[in-house]
Structures are given as structure tokens and as C-alpha cells.
């Protein structure tokens, strides 16, 4: 089988050659582009994030992401939120004591972490749900992480009976947060698969194998 061709989204966020060459040593075929040929016809599409809230949705506002986002999501294409990249698919944020919306796709709000420590920087384990396919074969593994906001509360109402709900995989640091979502075809986590070792290859070997 001809490798999967995944985009990543390109519109100014950190360093994103540590995603292209962990998808590339995947087996993936990679490109950085915001183009929405590009980001529009990938099997898949991966969203990074890093820094703050606002300045990412600022980011995506500027290459017309929210959009293209949106017409993956509604066509079955597959997304992938990493770190703030998942934490915008939620309704809102309040980091820095300043309200900010998000895309909306999940109910919950960022915020500070209740913890002594923040940031929350380094190896932590996960709680899976039965069924996931990200966390395959590697739930009892450990993920890096590193943020001080995260999603502490889920509440998704499930409005048709035949629709599937979203599987959310938590973690904690000073309590509970949402570590990752799978929701058909947009998944995302808060932690970073690129600087996870063997356990984040394999999630994202998990992800593009579910690509249709």
C-alpha cells in the first residue's frame, strides 16, 4: 500500500519539523503547508500547537483553518490536534484570566491546572477507554506532556441515539485532565506524540493506519 500523504497544518506554530520527521519515520508522506489544496485533499491532516491559546486561534483565523478544519470534519477526513491543537477544538479558554473561544467542536473550557507544579512537563501515564484506536497496544505506556491549561470536565451530549460518543483518554497533574479525544474522524492530545519515543510512533502509527 502507497504511503498515507499527511499534511501539516502550517501557519506559524513552533517548531513543527519535530511532527513532520516523527510522521515521516512513520512511513508517512509529509507535507508543511497551509494550502488548501494541501490541507483539504491529505488523507490526513495534523494540527499543531504550541504556546498560547490565542495567538493559535489567531494563527488558524489567518490561513482560513477553521474553515478547512470544519469541511474535513464534515466530510469523514481525518484531523489530529496535538497539545493547544487539541485544546482549540474545545468552546473556549480562560488562560491568563482572558476569555477566548475556541472552535467549538467539543463542549469544556481550558484552564490552569490545579496544581501546585505548573507547567506539567515530562512522562505521564494515560487511562485509555476500551475501543480506542490511538491508544492500541500502548495504553500503559508514558507520554510527554507539557502545559499549564488543560480540559478538566467532560459533559457531551450524545442528541442522536445511533451516534457514537467521543472516547476520551484522561491523565492527571493535581487532578484530573483530558489527555485525549476520539471523536470519528477528529482525534487530538494534549500530549506531544513527536517527543514520546516509541509510545507516540505507534499512536501515530495507529492514527494513519485508521485513515480511510
Not at 81 to 89: M, P
Not at 152 to 157: E, P, T, V, Y
Request: net charge negative; glycine share 12%; with cysteine.
Amino acid at each position: 500500500m502507497s504511503a498515507r500523504r499527511i499534511t501539516v497544518l502550517d501557519y506559524g506554530s513552533g517548531n513543527v519539523r519535530s511532527v513532520v520527521r516523527a510522521l515521516e519515520h512513520v512511513g508517512a508522506e509529509v507535507t508543511l503547508s497551509a494550502k488548501p489544496a494541501d490541507v483539504l485533499e491529505a488523507d490526513g491532516l495534523l494540527v499543531p500547537g504550541v504556546g498560547a491559546f490565542e495567538t493559535v486561534m489567531k494563527g488558524l483565523k489567518e490561513v482560513d483553518a477553521l474553515r478547512m478544519i470544519g469541511r474535513r470534519v464534515a466530510g469523514g477526513r481525518a484531523v489530529l490536534g496535538i497539545c493547544v491543537g487539541l485544546q482549540v477544538l474545545f468552546e473556549d479558554s480562560v488562560e491568563h484570566d482572558t476569555r477566548v473561544p475556541g472552535m467549538g467542536e467539543w463542549p469544556g473550557t481550558v484552564e490552569r491546572l490545579k496544581a501546585d507544579v505548573v507547567p506539567h512537563m515530562g512522562w505521564n501515564t494515560v487511562s485509555a477507554p476500551e475501543g480506542s484506536v490511538l491508544f492500541d497496544g500502548i495504553a500503559d505506556e508514558r507520554f510527554y506532556f507539557v502545559h499549564s491549561y488543560g480540559v478538566q470536565d467532560w459533559k457531551f451530549d450524545v442528541t442522536q441515539p445511533a451516534m457514537k460518543p467521543p472516547l476520551v483518554t484522561w491523565s492527571a497533574h493535581g487532578g484530573p485532565f483530558i489527555a485525549a479525544v476520539e471523536n470519528g474522524p477528529l482525534s487530538a492530545t494534549q500530549f506531544h506524540p513527536e517527543k514520546s519515543g516509541d509510545a507516540g510512533a505507534q499512536l501515530l502509527r495507529n492514527w494513519i493506519g485508521g485513515l480511510r
